[in-house]
């Protein structure tokens, strides 16, 4: 009985290990099944939610690529070789370098200090991605779990929440781009998109910005000291914290040695070299072509809204895709701009000294424009928008979006050189100065001078700018004639024929005040002025003007061309040859060209354009001074160049000059760009006889003539007849 009695005392602690046990086995089996179901709960949403999800990205991040700065070229004169001009980006300043010019120092710098086991891991460092896990859920400082890939991945994506969903997307995402791509392709992408401050996206940009060179030339130190930013741009900023980028460059150098890409003595070596590190902002002199200062230049802006306009034009972009292309696509733009013509311009329109004493009544100062065209290529090779200061991107450029009245600079265009081709006037065609008509009893038009001067020769006419012979030959030419001729044969495009304003007044540019003294209705740019005098010195051709030659994407194919130019794109290179230079129209013929030309020297050696003469070189050209004195201009080249002037004030008002400002911001401009070329004649195929003529009757002058001219005919051109004129003169 006692042992029953005992058994049963046992009987409670063995049933409570039983129980227990069940209750354990229960709960592990509920704790297995509850993490099967929770498994496969999180199989299904990893298959349905995070993997669609990863594709998208991955196609996303493939399709999209960075933002690549496009950028503006420039021609050496004497080697043929390409330049940077000027770098454009819109939010993010990148241009991309490819692995094979990216240095190995800077490659092994970034792996030794951002992602030691770069080399091994997937996509994704396990260990670092669970000590991360550790210090998050023990309330430690988080560390740094992610890899290279994890983080170029971040930059692509634009998504950077610390969310766990987030992150568990985030490693799938790498883990899928680890496998689609080589280790050297995702530190090509990641070094070409980490962003290093100062809005310097990639490491070409910032090693320009930073140290002035080409990335792949940077030293080991400045490899070191580059990638230290990228941890905290803020922090490791070169200007602002010197000394916590090259605490941080000794680190990177530190783990390079550990890791055994470098040995001990080079460490040593480029740590001292690191102590001292010069940072250079660019080494921009003050000098430098193109206008990389704070603001993009006149000649940059006036390239910017041409690309834009021609790739909607021929890719049916609107704006907005044009521009983002522009600024973001990596395009390489071939440009016609000419350092040594613009550092000329540049010289007299950076500075309102070259316009002192000319303020307005008001005290306005007086502004100017000038465009200046290569005369074998019909490129625009140099402009200025202003003088003084540029204070703004794309802001208003009087040489092209500024239109005022020419004055007598239209009479060559739109009189003589028309009357010349329909072989109505020759340069001895003797036409009356006297007034053309009466208006209210007034006789119309009046010269400056004030008086008229009976019977004179075109040539004086010119010279001179006499207004009564300009109406009368345009009355032989024909002012529809003359109208269409400009507008459909020189580029003209703000005439107006037609025009009602709001008022109800109707205005049309189809009249002779318009066509044969320069008060059209709107006015004319000096860049459509500078075009249509250009076909002068170029034979007759008329050549739109343009900024560039040719446009490269960043594939290496043609996106943009001028016609006329010979362009090459080596694909596997990336070079660009660019010859030739644009097409056009012949408009006039050699022979009127050449008359023109004599006739238009003849206004600078002996008329109203006597302060465009430059030492030693052919100059022709035309004044204009519109009636109320509100505008001057002088439109003249020599046989390389032609550049068209305006002055005036932005608020229309007398301008407060005795000489012609236009003629001598023209003349200090053209004397630079002039120095050490040869003189040349500018028709030189021509083989005209030199004839002396009677100004009073256009015949053969004798020696007895009281006044006369002389001017190169061509053959069945001369004057006929002896001069029998013995009056004064």
């Known amino acids: 009985m006692a042992q029953k009695s005992r058994n049963k005392r046992r009987h409670p602690v063995l049933t409570f290990f039983k129980w227990l046990g069940l209750i354990l086995g229960t709960l592990a089996l509920i704790g297995v099944t509850t993490s099967a179901i929770l498994a496969c709960y999180a199989a299904a949403y990893i298959q349905d939610e995070i993997m669609p999800q990863v594709k998208r990205s991955s196609a996303a991040m493939l399709e999209a690529g960075p933002e690549l700065s496009s950028v503006i070229y420039c021609q050496n004169s004497l080697s043929g070789t390409w330049k940077e001009l000027q770098s454009l980006h819109a939010e993010e300043n990148r241009v991309w370098v490819p692995y094979s010019d990216i240095p190995k120092d800077l490659i092994n710098a970034t792996v030794a200090i951002e992602d030691k086991r770069f080399y091994t891991h997937h996509g994704v460092d396990w260990k670092r991605t669970a000590a991360g896990a550790v210090y998050m859920f023990t309330g430690q400082r988080v560390q740094g779990g992610s890899t290279i890939t994890q983080q170029l991945i971040k930059n692509l994506t634009h998504q950077d929440q610390v969310t766990v969903r987030r992150k568990i997307l985030e490693i799938f995402e790498a883990l899928q781009f680890d496998r689609t791509h080589t280790k050297e392709e995702i530190i090509e992408w ?423 003469r430059i030492e030693g070189m052919e100059v022709a050209g035309k004044t204009g001074t519109t009636d109320n004195d509100y505008d001057r201009w002088f439109v003249g080249y020599t046989p390389y160049y032609t550049a068209a002037v305006w002055t005036g004030y932005d608020r229309a008002s007398r301008i407060q000059s005795i000489s012609n400002p236009a003629c001598d911001l023209w003349q200090k401009v053209m004397e630079q760009v002039s120095r050490d070329r040869e003189s040349i004649p500018f028709t030189e195929s021509m083989d005209g006889e030199p004839i002396t003529f009677c100004r009073k009757c256009g015949k053969v002058a004798t020696g007895k003539t009281p006044s006369t001219d002389t001017i190169y005919f061509l053959p069945g051109d001369e004057p006929v007849g002896t001069c029998t004129h013995k009056g004064k003169k």
Not at 442 to 462: C, E, F, I, L, Q
């Open 190 to 612: 990641y070094l070409n998109e980490i962003y290093l401050g100062r809005q310097c996206f990639g490491v070409k940009t910032a090693a320009k910005l930073y140290f002035d060179r080409d990335v792949k030339d940077l030293s080991l130190a400045q490899c070191a000291s580059l990638i230290s930013i990228t941890n905290n741009p803020s922090l490791y900023d070169p200007y602002t914290h010197t000394e916590n980028n090259i605490r941080r460059c000794r680190l990177v150098l530190d783990q390079m040695c550990e890791q055994g890409y470098i040995d001990e003595a080079t460490r040593d070596q480029a740590r001292e070299e690191a102590q001292q590190l010069t940072f250079t902002m660019g080494s921009r002199s003050d000098d430098d072509e193109g206008g990389k200062g704070v603001y993009y230049s006149w000649y940059t802006d006036e390239i910017i809204d041409q690309v834009i306009r021609d790739l909607e034009e021929a890719y049916n972009y609107d704006e907005k895709t044009a521009t983002r292309m522009l600024y973001a696509g990596g395009l390489k733009i071939y440009s016609c701009f000419n350092p040594e013509v613009q550092r000329a311009v540049d010289k007299v329109y950076s500075s309102t000294k070259s316009v002192d004493g000319c303020d307005s009544k008001n005290g306005e100062p007086l502004q100017s424009a000038i465009t200046v065209v290569d005369n074998r290529t019909g490129a625009v090779v140099a402009l200025s928008g202003g003088i003084g200061e540029k204070v703004g991107y794309r802001i208003w450029n009087r040489a092209t979006d500024t239109v005022r009245q020419p004055g007598s600079a239209i009479k060559p265009i739109a009189v003589y050189a028309q009357a010349l081709e329909q072989g109505l006037i020759l340069p001895n065609t003797i036409v009356k100065d006297s007034a053309f008509s009466k208006v209210k009893g007034r006789s119309w038009p009046k010269n400056s001078h004030g008086g008229y001067s009976g019977n004179v020769d075109v040539t004086y006419a010119v010279a001179q700018s006499l207004n009564t012979v300009s109406v009368k030959v345009l009355e032989m030419v024909g002012t529809q004639e003359s109208y269409d001729f400009l507008t459909e044969k020189l580029g003209i495009t703000s005439l107006v024929d037609g025009y009602v304003s709001k008022t109800g007044k109707q205005y049309s540019d189809v009249n002779y005040a318009q066509l044969g003294l320069g008060g059209v209705t709107r006015g004319i740019s000096t860049w459509e002025m500078a075009a249509a005098y250009s076909t002068f010195p170029r034979d007759g051709v008329y050549v739109k003007p343009h900024l560039y030659a040719a446009v490269v994407n960043d594939q290496g194919e043609l996106v943009l061309s001028t016609p006329g130019y010979q362009i090459e794109v080596d694909k596997d290179t990336g070079s660009v040859s660019v010859s030739g230079g644009g097409t056009g129209e012949a408009v006039f013929n050699t022979n009127t060209c050449y008359y023109m030309n004599q006739m238009l020297e003849k206004v600078v050696t002996e008329g109203t354009g006597t302060n465009a």
